[in-house]
């Protein structure tokens, strides 16, 4: 899980892996966070991780889809 915490409010990705990857399974930004781009950063340092440990990604999160689709760069880690 990777997490950011702000004024007592959390945004986390929790993911669960697998053999050779990880699976985003949800994005969860609380109302005090929201549109600060906190979501996108924490889905950032997620894709990150995993291109930096050569891992495989299967994306379950509409949100972290969505940001794929916006940073291409990403795409080769599906």
Same mark, same amino acid.
């Given at each position: ?7 007592? &409010? &959390?945004? @986390?990705v929790?993911?669960?892996?697998f ?20 979501g996108?950063?924490l @889905? ?5 991780y ?16 969505i ?12």
């Amino acid at each position: 899980m990777f997490e950011f915490t702000e004024n007592g &409010s &959390s945004a @986390v990705v929790e993911y669960k892996p697998f053999d050779g990857g990880i699976n985003i399974l949800h994005t969860f930004v609380p109302k005090p966070l929201q549109n600060k781009g906190y979501g996108a950063k924490l @889905v950032k340092e997620t894709l990150d991780y995993a291109r930096e440990n050569h891992l495989k990604v299967i994306i379950t999160c509409p949100f972290a889809r969505i940001y794929v689709a916006r940073h291409k760069e990403y795409e080769d880690l599906l």
